[in-house]
């Protein structure tokens, strides 16, 4: 039983690092969308 928890703590751990990339990622990725956006705005 305890092999079964150490598994699962390194299951999580591993998902909470990819939540965190993905977060990362995501604010990028609106960061460089209203960059692009304000400057079409400006091009109008």
Known sequence: MH?????ARAVLAE???VRIV???LA??????LALL???G???A
Not at 3 to 7: G, Q, T
Not at 27 to 32: F, K, L
Request: aromatic letters at 0%.
């Open 15 to 17: 998902l909470d690092a």
């Open 22 to 24: 993905a977060t990362i």
């Open 27 to 32: 604010r990028d990725v609106v960061t460089v």
């Open 3 to 7: 092999r079964v928890r150490i598994a």
């Open 37 to 39: 956006a304000s400057q």
């Open 41 to 43: 705005h400006l091009r």
